[in-house]
């Protein structure tokens, strides 16, 4: 392998050749690898990536590149069809990347190590030697952080975690030490409970702040004597403090005298202590043990990869506004929004270019949504008219001057908006589209029913950390015909994909899948009566679309509801052929049958749109006049996720060729 240094030719192939005489004699880090990482700083990591790749994240062929094995690295994809082609780079560009080497080497070690029939020597492991040899050195660096690393987007702890659960596994207590970082602690012991502490935390299982203290502050307390333990228990702790809600006001209330401070800023200290403590762990272990930090990692019984990879995957983000504007919507840089979102706010510090951003609360974990908004920076919104009916609102509602003159406008219709969401998930389009709006002067009414318990509560921390909860309502409840009990179920890691249990779903397999009994309720009873009307009506309700609007016939036919929009692929999910569920009368389904007298009742034009921006058929919007020509969109070969089923109340406008839903529609029209 190119980055295998060995020694000089007279020394070598003077005499009898080994691999331990020949090549393990010296560093495996070329200089060029050595000046690279001590060039890094937290801001450098990403290897020129920072601009996300929205194709598919699967190896596609071809030649290697950094920013397409990120992308299947922080999407959690298969890595190994990336191995072939990493062996053929060159040295420069090897060197170009050094926390994407690093990961390479850990994954090609933990593939080894759980593969090779006769477990390999770990110190005469090539990849192994060199990984160490790297995390020595970036252990080193003064402007690097462990937690930089860890939020990099490279998963190096994830690697490290599980290489270490091969080494464990296979090496059991054979490889190490008797140093106590190296050694379980006693049963019973007070550095037993510290451990199980831990270990608990990374297996998902709450660990509180007072369970915390009431262990360190215990009466029968004695000196542990694993200096790794302290730093575990610190970053323990951090992780803790950063899933709590961060108000808006944290900062200032930390000026006032005698005030603690909030979560936000007691996580960024015990970070930052942690991270000291780890270090500082590192080296003394390092010295006791005459093993290297990476050595030190793989064969102590304490969980430390474990923590680090915790911190992997933060659940707090900042997402700009402009960021889905500009790469979902391609919005002209004149536009009015756009140009507001990257106009500094009255009041606050930095340029002009400035964006404005909010908060977004994902899940802390692998999960396939909050994976993919970690990466991107964009909300997981796949409804994109219902994003531009958003823009033209904003548009409209800032040319006529809402976001200047609200304290004499707050009664115009063009400076108001209020929608419905069900399946809103952790609030993807809600939030942004609240965000944006806020923006142009619009006083926003937002109603979002989401069934799942943690998303719903994820969801809640977000609408409270951007100051929203007087625009935004979350009710932790699945919408249908009628309040009742529903059960819900998903595949593991893929909760934002929940749907009705029913005897398709492919899969009960309690091994693969995860069920939730969820509040089932009707919008007829929930949607305000002081409400006059909904503006739109956004549907991700994975098949359980004909319930939601046989549960809002009432709101339909008062004309209330100005617009709905729905996942033609989602909605296929609650649908039985003809075959099985035929119409009354008709060759159609009863599902499509009721889709479409539902929508009829509400007075409503129903159009087929494919919101593909490329291949067959992108950019088609067609009208569907029966329930026949609704089926046809369900049982196309080529139905996919860009098939959206749109319904207007807009007698006297057509769609606009953009499917753009128009901000001044006349929704009051009969």
């Not at 930089?148 to 998963?155: E, F, L, N, Q």
């Not at 029968?220 to 961060?246: D, F, N, P, Y």
């Amino acid at each position: 392998m190119s980055f295998v240094p060995c020694v000089l030719p007279a020394q070598c192939w003077g005499g009898t050749f080994t691999y331990e005489r020949c090549c393990l004699q010296e560093s495996l880090m070329s200089e060029a690898d050595a000046r690279e990482i001590q060039k890094l700083t937290d801001n450098m990591l990403d290897c020129g990536c920072e601009v996300p790749d929205l194709g598919p994240p699967a190896f596609q062929g071809g030649s290697f590149t950094w920013c397409k094995y990120r992308q299947a690295v922080m999407l959690n994809q298969d890595l190994r069809p990336f191995y072939m082609p990493f062996l053929e780079l060159s040295v420069a560009m090897l060197s170009a990347c050094p926390l994407g080497a690093l990961s390479m080497m850990l994954l090609d070690a933990s593939l080894k190590m759980t593969n090779s029939q006769v477990p390999p020597d770990l110190k005469k492991l090539p990849s192994f030697l060199r990984a160490q040899e790297m995390m020595h050195l970036l252990l080193q660096s003064d402007s690097l952080s462990l937690i930089g690393m860890a939020t990099s987007g490279w998963m190096i702890f994830n690697q490290m975690s599980n290489l270490r659960g091969a080494v464990q596994r296979r090496l059991g207590g054979t490889w190490g030490d008797v140093a106590p970082c190296l050694q379980l602690p006693g049963a019973g012991t007070h550095a037993a409970r510290i451990y199980q502490l831990v270990t608990d935390a990374v297996n998902f299982m709450p660990v509180g702040i007072t369970s915390l203290l009431e262990t360190l502050l215990d009466a029968s307390a004695s000196t542990i004597t694993c200096s790794l333990a302290r730093a575990g228990l610190l970053l323990i702790v951090a992780q803790s403090m950063l899933q709590q809600t961060v108000q808006p006001e944290e900062e200032a209330i930390a000026k006032v005298p005698g005030v603690p401070p909030g979560p936000g800023m007691e996580a960024r200290s015990l970070l930052r202590i942690g991270e000291a403590s780890l270090r500082q762990g590192l080296d003394s272990e390092a010295k006791a043990c005459r093993l290297e930090a990476l050595g030190i990692l793989m064969a102590s019984p304490w969980p430390i990869t474990e923590v680090l990879d915790l911190l992997s995957y933060p659940g707090r983000l900042v997402l700009p506004v402009a960021n889905a504007m500009q790469t979902l919507l391609e919005l002209r840089q004149e536009h009015p929004l756009l140009e507001r979102a990257l106009t500094a706010a009255s009041g606050h510090s930095g340029s002009n270019a400035e964006p404005r951003s909010y908060i977004f609360r994902v899940n802390p974990y692998r999960e396939m949504v909050s994976d993919m908004v970690r990466y991107t920076k964009l909300p997981f919104c796949g409804l994109r008219p219902f994003m531009r009916m958003v823009a033209d609102v904003a548009k409209d509602a800032l040319q006529a001057g809402c976001a200047t003159n609200a304290a004499y406008l707050g009664d115009a219709e063009t400076c108001k908006f209020t929608f419905v969401e069900g399946g809103p998930h952790l609030g993807d389009c809600a939030l942004w589209a609240s965000a944006s709006l806020r923006l142009a002067g619009v006083q926003t009414r937002a109603l979002a029913f989401e069934p799942l318990p943690d998303a719903a509560t994820l969801f809640q921390q977000s609408v409270a950390e951007n100051g929203l909860s007087a625009s935004v309502q979350v009710r932790n409840a699945a919408l249908g015909q009628m309040t009742g009990q529903t059960e819900l179920i998903h595949f593991r890691g893929h909760n934002g994909q929940a749907t009705v249990n029913d005897y398709d779903f492919p899969s009960q397999d309690r091994r693969e899948v995860v069920t939730i009994p969820a509040v089932e309720v009707a919008l007829d009873d929930e949607v305000p009566a002081n409400w006059p009307q909904i503006d739109a009506l956004k549907l991700s309700v994975n098949g359980a679309e004909r319930n939601t609007l046989a549960g809002a016939r009432k709101l339909l036919s008062k004309r209330r509801v100005c617009s709905v929009l729905m996942h033609a692929t989602k909605c296929k999910r609650g649908r039985r052929p003809p075959s099985e569920d035929p119409a009354p009368n008709s060759r159609a389904s009863k599902f499509a049958y009721d889709l479409m007298t539902f929508l009829s009742e509400g007075n409503m034009d129903v159009y087929e749109h494919n919101d593909a921006t490329s291949g067959q058929g992108r950019g088609r919007v067609q009208r569907v006049r029966s329930a026949d020509e609704m089926d046809s969109i369900f049982d196309h070969p080529q139905l996919t996720e860009q098939a959206l089923a749109l319904a207007a109340r807009i007698l006297s406008l057509p769609l606009y060729p953009a499917v753009h839903l128009p901000a001044a529609w006349p929704c009051t029209a009969a």
